[in-house]
């Protein structure tokens, strides 16, 4: 059970306690029951859901994941005023911190003006919740607003502290902002433990061209995880910037990079992609992903129940395996070496549509080994590099003299699949629709 926490609206105390859990009250087993299987409902896409939601929400009106999901589950339903319940909840209880960033991440996606306008006054009734802030400062980046972030966290360094967890915050902030030099004074001196300094030390002499003090912040982060996938992104573009050798280790030619059909005929792969594009529901690009003019779908495709989902998810598992199979000649000591020996299970899946003019940043996945983009329907008349996937360009804040070394035109019916560490985007299209799955492995 996920209680919501009560807070008194006048309290500055960071203390949260938990609501009395009254759901399963003299019969615990039957609410639990009752619980999974309306969240189960909702995952699988029954349009039972929301009333069973509704149902179980009657006798657990605390219980935080039922309220989000319900308010998700109304929200792509039309529902008047689908919010309500989670923001009658935020009136009582301000720090309920997965319920703010819920809200926010929620009314971005449906269209609403002012996302942060309830976090924003929690933390005016709270301005000492190191939680609200956190979450704040977080939502600010997700929405790319770097540079309001950086000052928030210089303002929080003030007031509480020069604590080196809160330097290296806002100094992430701060190189997003393009402020890489105040980044890398902010960077400089802090204690070699804290967790990411290796990373943000990379990324950050990466964007002022400092490649070999890129190099030794990435050797020893990778001494620390050598299967991170952040630093292997980076270690990618500084290898490849720097023809290093280690970047034919990481990257072998014409191995980890394909492009297959999925051999799904005509007729089925057109009711496919109507059963993908049904599910897109919301109005925006959620907070933090990558696309911009499209919709991402919410939740996890794999669970569906359309049986053209279904099917479509044994065909990846096939396609999966035989990827798995040409990894045996790898390193022993290669990231992707252990899914030579098991087939790769697919960890999260999602729906992406994109509209004219629509594309992808570069960006990466980090729920897997194994990054994925089927496309389903693809613009015609595409002109030479209009929509195209691209790996290996580098995010926009690194702004090294290489672009991808791998360009992928769109085919419909057609999987690519490389490894996660890999930075991807897309190039513009003019006339839409692009619709396309994609999933993590491991």
Known sequence: MTNVPRAKASSTSSKTRSAPDVSGEGHPSKTGSSKENALSAYRRGDPNALTLLERVLRDSPNDGELLVNYAAAAAASGATDPFSRIESILVQSPDWIDGQKALARLKTEFGLAKPLNTLEQAIELLPDHPGLWIAYIGLLGAGDQHEMAAEKVAGLRKRIGDLPALRLLEARHSGFAGQCDHAQMLLEGLPENIPELHYELARNSLRLGRLDQAAEALDAGLSKNPNDVGMLALAELCWRATKSVSHRWLLPDDLLVVQVPLNLGETQLDNLALAIAALHTTHSAPLGQSLVGGTQTRGDLRWRQEPEIVDLFAALEGELRTYASRLHSLDEKHPLKPLASRAPRITASWSILL?????????LHNSGLISSALHLQVPKNLADGEGMLELGRPPSDIPLSIGPFAQFRPLPGHLVLF????????????????LTVAFDAA
């Open 419 to 434: 490894p996660s560490f890999v930075y991807h985007g897309t190039s513009k299209f003019h006339e839409g629709p692009r």
């Open 355 to 363: 509209e004219s003019e629509g594309f992808h940043v570069s960006h």
